[in-house]
């Protein structure tokens, strides 16, 4: 069956809440009924067939076509099924979710994934700042799924994160890792200033030096075998992640922050042994 | 049944079901995941005295392994989940853990399981780490050698133990040569392991014992020295015996070593001594699983 596809028509003139757009909360829906379901934008509500064009029937596949950074909410709550996005993916996209995937042929704003418990998320494009974090006044990051952003990202990526994978193939702005409690982060391109910032746990691993605070503490320089493992299982997993099967396994390790326990660690690859 | 002039007994094999898993244990090269492979599956001829029964399955190229090292696949048959979960502990925690670069991992998954880098971790004294990866929990212990990575449990399954046929030959040389090559064709299926050295049981059993402290005891019937002396199973010419034990993780697995086992030993045929090829049964009433000769030969 072809895939629903959802056309954005009009330019909102404020956000538009995207969250009801997910496969189960579409599913068992005729397009008539899907052209029914209210939008939240601003304060107003208004009918999906307002904005959008409708064609196509499968809602376990849901296509977004003309994605813009006023949309929020995309896959909200998700639990299965795939949703694409082409164009921007808007803010909170991903935020609570619990599995399915999220895949977006564009950019994609802020606090991406946030709260999100299980599921994958590619971005095919650069993301924003708070991938991975918490929902908004949580004291916890993510706590499960994949994150995978294919461009550069903004600051405090994985932010408190908990559990499951974040991996940004470019560059990631300052503070990525901050306050993570376990989790593992990996930033293939340079990293800001000060990755890891009050982690308790979990693994940030860099593609290159960063500028570390002075809380980390130097283990030398290390062949760590767990890093084939995660990098091939991570890649079996999902082959698009199968950039990671090329990493080395050779590390410089930090451990920290010692400002919070320091059972964290930075890994930082090894450029010389890097194939 | 006659197979090369070797008389093939109408009887069958008796088994028993145990409780079994498989471990892959990976090393940063081969030699180093035999050397766990060797001492975990050391001393696990027999549960009669052993705790639990072990043998290596087979050697695992780098593709076939989670961390794409190259490694081993051993499985690990007690007689109940209790004993193979004190046991694979034991043995991983002793052999495989001291063994340089060495890893372990689950060899199968199942709905029932037994703890590894669960108990294990405990070793790292506070400074192990778990990293959970695509659903499965691993534990980073720091060690010696770096790390050692161990998978959290590792699934338990019903298996079988005491598949099994006997070679009666001229001569125990004649015997040997015949299950040397046994042993050789049933390399390489898949689930099934030989516990006993080289495969053999030099030594095979009866139930019980005239002295009651004895749980099991030499099995007269097929002691060579004895046959005209005791109620022997023996014919005249027999001057040697051996005993093939299989334990498997199927029916099939069992079925398939036997067959293959039992041609291989025969193909020397009655001219090079070999006289008869029959299995170790206790009337059928002890075990659920039959492995009747006849039927696995046809």
Redesign the interface.
């Known amino acids: 069956m072809n895939p629903l596809t959802l056309t954005l028509r009009a330019q909102p003139e404020t956000w538009l809440d995207l969250s009801p757009l997910t496969p189960d909360g579409l599913a068992g829906k005729s397009a008539t009924a899907i052209g029914r379901v209210r939008l939240r934008t601003g304060r107003r509500s208004v009918p999906l067939r307002e904005l959008f064009d409708v064609a196509g029937g499968d809602p376990e596949h849901i296509r977004i076509r003309g994605g813009m950074s006023r949309l929020a909410g995309i896959g909200s709550r998700m639990t299965r099924g795939t949703i694409e996005v082409q164009g921007h993916g808007g803010q909170r996209l991903g935020q609570g979710m619990r599995g399915g995937n999220v895949i977006v042929r564009g950019h994609a704003g802020d606090q991406i994934a946030a709260g999100m418990t299980g599921g994958t998320i590619h971005i095919y494009g650069d993301a924003g700042d708070f991938i991975g974090a918490g929902l908004p006044g949580a004291t916890r990051g993510m706590s499960g799924g994949v994150v995978a952003i294919h461009g550069n990202a903004g600051a405090r990526v994985a932010d408190g994160m908990r559990r499951g994978l974040v991996v940004v193939s470019g560059n990631a702005g300052e503070l990525a890792g901050s306050q993570m409690q376990a989790g593992t982060l990996v930033i293939l391109g340079s990293a800001g200033r000060h990755p890891g910032y009050g982690m308790r746990r979990g693994t940030i691993i860099l593609g290159g030096p960063a500028e570390l605070l002075p809380t980390f503490r130097s283990c030398g320089q290390l062949e760590m075998d767990f890093l084939r493992l995660l990098f091939r299982q991570a890649a079996s997993a999902d082959a698009r992640l199968e950039l990671l099967r090329r990493l080395p396994a050779t590390v410089h390790r930090y451990a920290g922050d010692s400002a919070a326990g320091g059972t964290g660690e930075v890994l930082v690859l090894s450029r010389a042994s890097r194939r | 049944m006659r197979i090369n002039g070797v008389t093939i007994d109408d009887t069958f094999a008796e088994a028993f079901p145990m409780r079994a898993t498989r471990l892959v244990i990976t090393a940063r090269n081969a030699k180093w995941a035999r050397h766990a492979a060797q001492a975990l599956t050391g001393f696990a001829s027999s549960v009669i005295a052993c705790g639990c029964e072990a043998g290596i399955e087979r050697e695992l190229a780098p593709a076939e392994t ?4 190259p490694g081993v696949a051993v499985l690990v048959f007690a007689m109940s989940k209790k004993q193979l979960a004190e046991q694979v502990l034991k043995r991983v925690g002793q052999s495989v853990m001291t063994t340089a ?1 060495s ?1 372990c991992y689950a060899g199968l998954r199942a709905d029932d399981s037994i703890p590894l880098g669960k108990s294990l971790r405990y070793f790292g004294d506070g ?1 192990q ?6 659903g ?1 929990r ?1 534990w ?1 212990i720091p060690v010696m050698h ?2 050692f ?1 161990c998978e959290e449990t590792t699934g338990v399954i019903k298996g079988i133990g005491g598949g099994n046929f006997i070679v009666i030959a001229r001569t125990t040389a004649q015997a040997l040569a015949a299950c040397e090559k046994a042993i050789a064709a049933m390399r390489g299926i898949a689930g099934a392991v030989t516990t006993f050295p080289g495969g053999v049981v030099g030594s095979g059993s009866k139930v019980g014992s005239r002295y009651k402290f004895m749980i099991a005891s030499t099995n007269e019937a097929f002691c060579p020295t004895l046959k005209g002396q005791v109620r022997s199973e023996l014919p005249p010419e027999a001057g040697g015996v051996l005993e093939i034990v299989i334990d498997g993780l199927d029916q099939q697995s069992i079925r398939a070593c036997m067959r293959a086992g039992i041609r291989a030993a025969c193909r020397p045929g009655a001219k090079a001594g070999i006289l008869r090829v029959t299995a170790g049964n206790y009337g059928g009433k002890l075990g659920p699983h039959h492995f009747h000769l006849w039927d696995i030969l046809r």
């Open positions: 989670p961390d794409g090292r670069t890893a400074h780490i778990s990293k959970l990866v695509n499965i691993y980073r770096g790390e990575v």
